[in-house]
């Protein structure tokens, strides 16, 4: 067998692959792997600072600080709940991040398998 047909079996197996839907559940896995170390560290970012401010006023407030905003203040609202109930944290305003990551990559996997 030559450099050419071996070329194109290790091809064909790599596309094969890809073609599975095991890859996908792969990747998404190594993902929110990757994404869940992040949960431990302590750095908290310009945004999330934000996050952390806005979540420390009334639904009243988030509400019409949000409408001046561009995000929508579902995500706040949240982190609200999160810190009511687990406490003011970098590691719960982490956590609220990576669930709402991890419902992110569930849609995406489901609507990409249909």
Do not use: Q
């Not at 190594?30 to 970012?45: K, T």
């Not at 006023?57 to 579902?74: C, F, N």
């Amino acid at each position: 067998m030559n450099l050419k047909n071996k070329g194109e079996k290790i091809i064909g197996k790599i596309v094969a692959i890809i073609k599975s839907e095991k890859i996908l559940y792969l990747v998404g896995i190594l993902i929110c792997l990757c994404n869940g170390l992040f949960m431990f560290d302590n750095a908290i970012w310009g945004d999330e600072g934000f996050s952390i401010v806005l979540s420390r006023r009334s639904i009243g407030e988030i509400l019409s600080g949000t409408a001046a905003d561009v995000h929508p203040p579902l995500y706040y609202l949240i982190l609200k709940i999160m810190i009511t109930i687990f406490g003011e944290s970098v590691f719960v305003l982490h956590l609220t991040s990576f669930l709402a990551f991890i419902g992110v990559i569930i849609l995406s996997i489901t609507f990409i398998r249909k």
